[in-house]
């Protein structure tokens, strides 16, 4: 079977953002990138900010921001009043961890995929409170049900008071089962908390439908928001015992006020963020979703092969919309935390291309990532002068 060709670019698409044009972007899922007419939406609001601050954080913010999340949380299929926008995911996971007062003999459990600083938010909180952190060892292209079957077998009843799972990883770059992983936690009475933080925009997905007890995912990502633009979905159960990071004056308002007001904190990002999913939704969202999983895809191929890695070597991200694909680094190259980073640099300064770069047990991944701003060609110049670059470590 002849390998699938690059998919058609997005005619324009790339006159949409600011990125530098002498730089081959390949690492949307980083930071995201925000698309010229949310920019200027937000520029409007900050104008606005600025022209009368009293009447902007006095007169009508708070409906605002309620509007902004009943548009966001629709779009996930979330229910409104079950979200709350805070500023990325990161912050959603801490907001979560410090409200489930976890107590010595408690364990929160997640796996060996999970964000770097998830891990680290973890470690504190059950350093805080005596509990203990377990994480599951799950390999890297471990089918679904194995995934569930070493989750399910990992949960202990009575001790176990969270599992961290993510929907998308990011070092690894796959989908992971998380509705399947949610029911078998419930089983046992055992809540989860999902991080999405590369889902919205990226996946077609209903939050109602994992049925977390708490999800939370990035919109400044794949979503095309302003930076600082997350949503945090709580089930039912949950919403009174959340706890906002900063205590303001919404606290006595219960959810999702009180988590949303944080005192004098620049909201423009949130307000602006409707205008990300207008213009995804003027590109086409399926269209932008297939393009970008298919150019992920060409890219993780040319590299692949640039690099010696047949097709059954590289690791398939569980779904085909996955947008960012992996591709293994030669043995001994990247092994290492400082490593990877060491050579995402080189990378950038050398090749002019950003990518991520990871090391995932002991071993290198590139990480690279389709957008609608991206060619074909801009992986296929990867792909030539990347194994020179390797070859002179
Ligand atoms: C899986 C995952 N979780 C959390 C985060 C953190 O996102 P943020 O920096 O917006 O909090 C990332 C960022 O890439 C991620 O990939």
Redesign the pocket.
Known sequence: MSPSPPPEPIAGARLLFSLDPAVSHLNH??FGAVPIPVQRAQHRLRDEMEANPLRFYSQGLTDRIAHARRHLATFLDADPQGAALVS???TGVGVVLQSLGLGPGDEVISTDHA?G??TLAIARECRRTGATSRVLPVPLTAPDEDVVRIVRAGLRPGRTRLVVL?QV??ATARLMPVAAVVSAAHAHGIPVLV?A??VPGMLPVSVSDVAADFWVG?L?KWGYAPRGT?LLVVAEPWRDRIEPPVVSWEQESGFPARLEWQATVDYTPWLAAPVGLFTLRSLGLDRVRRHNAALAAYGQRVVGEALGVGPAALPDPGDPAVAMRLVPLPPGVATTFDAARSLRQRIADRLATEVSVASWHGRGWLRLCGQVYNTPDEYERLALRLPALLDHR
Request: cysteine-free; hydrophobic content about 30%; charged content about 10%.
């Open positions: 899922g980083s990325n995911a990161t964000y600083a998830v993510d990883t990011s991080d933080a590369h990035n400044h997350a």
